[in-house]
């Protein structure tokens, strides 16, 4: 069977659980995430995002179709949208892009960017992938402080607990998988929270021992999370004690280090 691939070309574009507009958004492609189409209806096409293997229904009309070649030649971009408030692209009509950091810049080049075969002028400094420092994760992670939460969100104004950490591991070019449970399975075991390095993962478990939560360690004592928003609350070996609420929230199961 042929196989045919495509390139997110809005800023943000919902991937859903079935072919509908009603369907819930299980997560979110950015600007320029890849992706192999894995089925077409009249309108809704299922994909398969290259970055973490997530799959789910987009409007076909949030594409554009990659050939094979520009697709296998997509994976491994190293200039992203920058953590900063403003970032903006424009096509060959003058039409503006806000797009949210973290979005990826396929084949960038003296200030343009190709999805397909359309050329985006980028009006902004691209960042620039490098050898990740828990220094760098931290202030990502920091940059989104007070983004509202939002189940499947992966962008400045919606973030959900695991979309946030892939966000900011991205941003340091280490790749983690969408959800929670997944994360979990990828990096090494920290055994105590008191040898915590900033920018090691914290994980959190249910009645049932299913990780259902995830957020950033600032240093043994304090974690960045998205919960609400994204914020910083108090942490010890029982989990993450909400200050605002008086009680804990989250009951802490694994700590995680990536980098």
């Known amino acids: 069977m042929e196989q045919h691939y495509a390139v997110c070309r809005v800023a943000v574009a919902p991937l859903r659980t079935e072919p509908s507009d009603k369907a ?36 076909f009309k949030q594409l554009t179709e990659l050939s094979q070649e520009q697709f ?115 990096g090494v075991i920290v055994d105590f929270l008191q040898e915590v390095q900033p920018g090691d993962v914290a994980f959190f478990d249910n009645a049932e021992g299913r990780i259902t939560h995830v957020g950033i360690m600032l240093s043994p004592a304090e974690i960045i999370h998205s919960s609400g928003r994204v914020h910083i609350d108090p942490i010890d070996n029982q989990g993450i004690y909400n200050t605002e609420l008086g009680r804990y929230t989250h009951k802490l199961r694994i700590i995680k280090r990536y980098s």
């Open 72 to 186: 296998l030649a997509s994976h491994g971009c190293k200039y992203l949208v920058p953590a900063s408030p403003v970032n903006v692209v424009t096509d060959s009509k003058g039409d503006k892009y806000y797009l949210s950091p973290a979005s990826t810049l396929p084949f960038y080049e003296n200030r343009h960017c190709y999805l397909g075969g359309a050329k985006y002028k980028v009006l902004f400094e691209p960042h620039h992938v490098t050898t990740p420092s828990p220094e760098n994760i931290i202030k990502n992670a920091l940059f989104f402080l007070n983004v509202s939460y939002l189940w499947g969100g992966r962008n400045f104004f919606g973030l959900d607990c695991s979309g946030f950490v892939q966000i900011v591991f991205k941003l340091n070019g280490i790749n983690l998988n969408r959800d929670a449970w997944q994360q979990a399975e990828q």
């Open 24 to 59: 819930e958004i299980s997560s979110q492609l950015l600007f320029g995430d890849h992706v192999e189409i894995l089925q077409k209806t009249e309108r809704w096409w299922q994909v398969r995002n290259a970055y973490d293997d997530y799959e789910g229904w987009m409007d």
